[in-house]
């Protein structure tokens, strides 16, 4: 099963050199386990366009969909055997990167 583990934040800035090194150490030992699947860090909200074609006009609004103050930074997509596993996979990521973070599984395809 897979689980996407998005990383919340809540200010302009990337990660510290310290946060990057502790990122850098648990995504190493992710790939090691067998439980990386993808991860990635995304730009500010500022830089978002969102795009509406339900009517068949596409409508382009510059920045994010929702003004918030928090917002995903960034995320990983794990594989694990269960909810569990995702879970300490999470917690470990959130120690790592200083941020909180949510998980959510992946929809199971349609059978």
């Not at 003004?67 to 596993?85: C, H, I, M, Q, R």
């Not at 949510?102 to 929809?107: A, D, G, I, S, T």
């Amino acid at each position: 099963m897979q689980y996407l583990v998005s990383v919340i934040f809540d200010s302009d800035g990337r990660a510290t050199p310290e946060e990057a090194a502790a990122i850098d150490v648990f995504n190493d030992r992710v790939q090691a386990d067998g439980h990386w699947v993808f991860a990635g860090g995304l730009a500010s909200p500022a830089t978002a366009t969102v795009i509406d074609n339900r009517d068949g006009a596409s409508v382009f609004t510059d920045g994010p969909f929702v003004e918030t103050k928090e917002y995903v930074a960034g995320f990983w997509v794990f594989e694990a055997p269960d909810l569990d596993v995702a879970l300490r996979l999470a917690a470990d990521g959130s120690k790592a990167c200083n941020r909180k973070v949510e998980v959510r599984p992946f929809l199971a395809p349609p059978e």
